[in-house]
Nanobody
């Protein structure tokens, strides 16, 4: 069973940066679409970004465009989410998710994904 492990969260001041990592010990992520999602306190989970298995396609939700960058490093078997110019409203638990099969769902829709990590907390506050 594929297990995803997120890391890199923490407390950062507004305007700061963090880089989140998503790894799968013992498995290769090369064949999976990877998505990043977040859930703020009292809110529903929302899609943040996605990268295709090939790495050729990416997608971002509007509120992180120009600030966040998703990338994958096959040699390290890791997918990253570089987050710059962080805002207090970016606070939440960030999850990575993986999908092996094609689905009809938008790639920022959680229903596309079969495997989920436990999440990493990101807090943006002065």
């Amino acid at each position: 069973q594929l297990q995803l492990v997120e890391s890199g969260g923490g407390l950062v001041q507004p305007g700061g940066s963090l880089r989140l990592s998503c790894a799968a010990p013992g498995f290769t992520l090369d064949y999976y679409d990877i998505g990043w999602f977040r859930q703020a306190p009292g809110k529903e989970r929302e899609g943040v970004s996605y990268v295709s298995a090939s790495g050729d396609n990416t997608k971002y939700t509007d509120f992180v465009k120009e600030r966040f960058t998703i990338s994958r490093d096959s040699a390290k078997n890791t997918v990253y989410l570089q987050m710059n110019s962080l805002k207090p409203e970016d606070t939440g638990i960030y999850y990575c998710a993986a999908s092996y099969f094609y689905s009809k769902y938008d790639r920022l829709d959680g229903r596309h994904y079969d495997y989920w990590g436990q999440g990493t907390q990101v807090t943006v506050s002065s």
